[in-house]
């Protein structure tokens, strides 16, 4: 008796995992065939469509954040600025020295202080890639739901 109860259980739970993987590779095999990725439907193996013009989003004011320490997104384009060993196109706004001139928010504080906890008077390496951080948004539709809420 004891014994049979035992191999009912084994039996549920053999079944339970067998509904369980078929479920999952029923809800993989959904998503990748209704998620349209930006190469287009084009095989792996073989060269991407040319990708479709995606506006830059402009918001004046900004964007808004989701969460506290989130790098804000950049609220305009940013292809005429660069990024080099020479120079860095997006502190001529952002700097402490040009942001009140150029009505530009200037760089977090944050930005100025190295690894070691030391403020310098210039942005510190670690923060010199913007873009590593904060990326502009375009007017796409997501490839998918998104159903995170800010907090
Ligand atoms: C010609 C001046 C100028 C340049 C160059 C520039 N920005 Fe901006 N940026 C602005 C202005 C002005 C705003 C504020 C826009 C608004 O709020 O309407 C802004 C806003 C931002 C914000 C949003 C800040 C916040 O608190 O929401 C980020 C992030 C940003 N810029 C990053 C960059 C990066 C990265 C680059 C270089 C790739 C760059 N910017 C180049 C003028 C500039
Ligand atoms: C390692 C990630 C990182 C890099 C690189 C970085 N940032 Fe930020 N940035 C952040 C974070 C996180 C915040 C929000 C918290 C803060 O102010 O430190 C921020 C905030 C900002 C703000 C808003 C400041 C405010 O007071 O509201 C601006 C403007 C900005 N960054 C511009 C830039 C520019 C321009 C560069 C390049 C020179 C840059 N950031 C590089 C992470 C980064």
């Not at 084994?10 to 079944?15: E, F, H, N, P, R």
């Not at 977090?108 to 008077?121: A, E, I, P």
Request: charged content about 25%; glycine content about 6%; some cysteine.
């Amino acid at each position: 008796m004891f014994k049979n109860i035992k191999s009912t259980k084994t039996l549920v739970k053999k079944s339970l995992t067998i509904f369980l993987l078929a479920m999952t590779a029923v809800m993989f095999s959904s998503v990748a065939m209704s998620v349209q990725s930006l190469r287009g439907d084009s095989a792996l193996d073989s060269k991407a469509n040319k990708a479709g013009k995606h506006k830059i989003d402009t918001v004046e004011g900004g964007i808004e954040r989701n969460f506290e320490l989130q790098p804000p997104m950049i609220p305009h384009t940013i292809d005429k600025y660069r990024i080099s060993l020479k120079g860095n196109g997006c502190m001529k706004c952002h700097s402490e020295k040009a942001y009140k001139k150029e009505k530009a928010p200037k760089v977090g504080d944050s930005h100025y202080v190295t690894r070691d906890g030391k403020t310098l008077k210039t942005i510190s390496s670690r923060r010199y890639f913007c873009t590593q951080c904060h990326a502009p948004q375009t007017k796409d539709n997501p490839l998918v739901d998104n159903v995170y809420e800010g907090i």
